[in-house]
C-alpha cells in the first residue's frame, strides 16, 4: 500500500495539532499499549454527541486482536 508523501505530510501536521489539542490522550494510548493489550482485556469506547445521543460499543481482545495491534505498532 504506497501512500502520496503530500498525505503523509499533512497527516503528520494534523496528528502533532491534536497533540497540542489533547495532550493526554497519546500518552494514555502508549500506556494501554504496553500495559492492557492482552487476551481477554475489555476495550470500551463511549461517545456522546453535542446533542446528548451516547453511542456505546466494547470489544475483548482475542490473539487475533493482539497479533493485528502488534503488527500496526511494528508498522512505524
Excluded: C, W, Y
Excluded at 491534536?18 to 476495550?43: C, M, R, S, W, Y
Aim: cysteine-free.
Amino acid at each position: 500500500m504506497n501512500m502520496n508523501p503530500m498525505m503523509l505530510m499533512q497527516l503528520q501536521q494534523r496528528l502533532g495539532l491534536f497533540q497540542q489539542d489533547h495532550p493526554k490522550v497519546i500518552p494514555f494510548l502508549q500506556a494501554v499499549g504496553n500495559n492492557a493489550v492482552t487476551e481477554g482485556t475489555v476495550f470500551a469506547v463511549k461517545v456522546t454527541t453535542p446533542d446528548g445521543k451516547v453511542l456505546e460499543s466494547n470489544i475483548k481482545l482475542t490473539a487475533n486482536d493482539i497479533e493485528t495491534i502488534n503488527m500496526m505498532k511494528n508498522a512505524k
